[in-house]
């Protein structure tokens, strides 16, 4: 395991690699790291956070339930600028009464920014929960309208 470091705008991260790629962006908030700069990844995270965004995304090695696995599937093909409901997911990924389990898998989602959960609304348009914080998420759905 490799673990290395990269900042944004939202704060640090640790970024978290196996043999097969990255396994996890592990939020810090305010907090830096101790570790080396993922200099690598830190230009992906630079053309994400810019105006333009990016599509490029890095080699991830994603370890998660087959449930997991879809929804965070589902979640990378929503576009930036654009968001989709809870339901809309589970039914996307042919489990139409699995709402709040979309909701959970995206709580679990080990590579966020990169599988942007952030995307995801509530039914009702409302903002909904974020692993990050609430605030973080209005600042990134915020910048993607842009």
């Known amino acids: ?28 908030g305010k907090k830096n790291s101790k570790h080396p700069q993922d200099k690598q990844l830190q ?11 990016s599509k490029k995304k890095p080699l991830m090695d994603l370890q998660g339930s087959n449930f997991q696995l879809r ?3 589902a979640l990378s093909t929503i576009p930036r600028g654009s968001s989709k409901s809870y339901l809309s997911i589970a039914k996307q990924i042919g489990s139409p009464g699995a709402a709040r389990a979309v909701g959970t898998a995206c709580k679990s989602n080990p590579i ?14 409302s903002i909904g929960e974020f692993a990050l914080g609430t605030h973080n998420k209005k600042y990134l759905l915020a910048m993607e309208a842009l």
């Not at 230009?43 to 965004?53: D, Q």
């Not at 959960?117 to 348009?125: P, S, W």
């Open 1 to 28: 395991m490799n673990i290395k470091s990269v900042s944004t705008p939202i704060g640090f991260f640790n970024s978290i690699y196996s043999s097969s790629g990255l396994q996890e962006l592990a939020f810090l």
């Open 112 to 125: 966020p920014l990169f599988i942007p959960c952030h995307r995801v609304v509530k039914q009702d348009g």
């Open 71 to 73: 929804v965070w599937k």
């Open 43 to 53: 230009k992906l995270l630079e053309e994400f956070f810019s105006h333009a965004g």
